[in-house]
């Protein structure tokens, strides 16, 4: 079973900035959309930014500007640069992985979340 490694969370002042990083424990075939998505507490999960596999990305209205996301297509890794924290910024954030098959269907790898804590 092929799981979703993040790291890169942790604490921040606000201010500062952090660099996610997600990459495949294995081989994922067909990848079409890499992404992040964030929890805080008390509320549901969001898209933070989405980049697809021929580099195009998608980012919640918000946060473009402060967040940019990136991969390397080689690695299977996904990056996200977040700059300007702000406390609201706290949350779990997830790293997403969609795989589409040649006849259309999706599936879905989740990562176990990394906690961003922004806070003085």
């Known amino acids: 079973q092929v799981q979703l490694v993040e790291s890169g969370g942790g604490l921040v002042q606000p201010g500062g900035s952090l660099r996610l990083s997600c990459a495949p424990s294995?081989?994922?075939?067909?990848?079409?959309?890499m992404g992040w998505y964030r929890q805080a507490p008390g509320k549901q999960r969001e898209l933070v930014a989405g980049?697809?596999?021929?580099?195009?990305?998608n980012y919640a209205p918000s946060l473009k500007g402060r967040f940019t996301i990136s991969r390397d297509s080689g690695k299977n890794t996904v990056y996200l640069q977040m700059n300007s924290l702000k406390p609201e910024d706290t949350a779990v954030y997830y790293c997403?992985?969609?795989?589409?098959?040649?006849?259309?269907?999706?599936?879905?790898?989740w990562g176990l979340g990394t906690q961003v804590t922004v806070s003085s």
């Open positions: 997403n992985v969609r795989r589409t098959t040649s006849w259309g269907k999706n599936y879905d790898y």
């Open positions: 294995g081989r994922i075939l067909n990848i079409s959309q």
């Open positions: 980049i697809t596999s021929d580099g195009n990305t």
